[in-house]
């Protein structure tokens, strides 16, 4: 089994920063992809970043504000969020796929507000 943990969330204003943390445990292959998702009241999850072997890929709503980073040996991802927006505002979740099975945190929540 594997097992995600998500920190980092929380209230911020506009403008600000936040990182968010995703720390992967139980029996973790090395060849996974590893991404962020968010789903916002009434909306549906949608993708962040993800990021598989060094390579990464950004909703266009978030290029250039959110970079994605990965520590192989701590099997842990990184969401890097600057400039944050009110429509930033979701819960973020974590998710890593490895033999075409997917597997998700619990999710963390990212207020963005004045």
């Known amino acids: 089994q594997v097992q995600l943990v998500e920190s980092g969330g929380g209230l911020v204003q506009p403008g600000g920063s936040l990182r968010l943390s995703c720390a992967a445990s139980g029996n973790i292959f090395s060849n996974n992809a590893m991404g962020w998702y968010r789903q916002a009241p009434g909306k549906q999850r949608e993708l962040v970043a993800n990021?598989?072997?060094?390579?990464?890929n950004y909703a266009d709503s978030v290029k250039g504000r959110f970079t994605i980073s990965r520590d192989n040996a701590k099997n842990t991802v990184y969401l890097q969020m600057n400039s944050l927006k009110p429509e930033d505002t979701a819960v973020y979740y974590c998710?890593?796929?490895?033999?075409?099975?997917?597997?998700w945190g619990q999710g963390t929540q990212v207020t963005v507000s004045s």
């Open positions: 998710k890593l796929r490895q033999n075409w099975r997917d597997y």
């Open positions: 990021v598989f072997r060094g390579d990464t």
